[in-house]
């Protein structure tokens, strides 16, 4: 079996350095990028990722707030989330209607 050349060994070396390196700004940025994703793309997915990161660093108004986004722009799982959020926040009657419309836009699990 033939021994792989050094300069292939550096190569590759140097493809995983900078997978590396793309996966620690990725994760150093990943809310701000996920933030300006939903605010200036109005992407509903990556609303809810970011009230993810905020509800789980204990940020819950602002988890609301992108919980709120991702639902206002139709996403379902969105709605079902915030659904959810709602009912555990004693906001019984508005989380039950949130479910609802969750539902209506496809979200099985919501569904009675």
């Known amino acids: 079996m033939k021994k792989p050349s050094k300069n292939k060994l550096k190569k590759w070396l140097n493809v995983f350095i900078m997978f590396l390196l793309f996966v620690l700004f990725y994760k150093l940025y990943e809310l701000d990028i996920q933030a300006w994703s939903c605010d200036v793309e109005e992407n509903t997915g990556s609303c809810l990722l970011t009230s993810r990161i905020y509800l789980s660093s204990g940020n819950l108004s602002m988890g ?8 206002k722009g139709e996403y ?3 709605c079902f989330e915030l659904g959810k959020f709602l009912i555990e926040k004693g906001e019984v009657e508005e989380g039950n209607n949130v479910l609802t419309k969750s539902c209506e836009l496809g979200h099985e699990p919501a569904c009675p």
């Not at 609301?64 to 639902?71: P, V």
């Open 64 to 71: 609301e707030k992108y919980l709120r986004s991702s639902c």
């Open 76 to 78: 379902p799982l969105g």
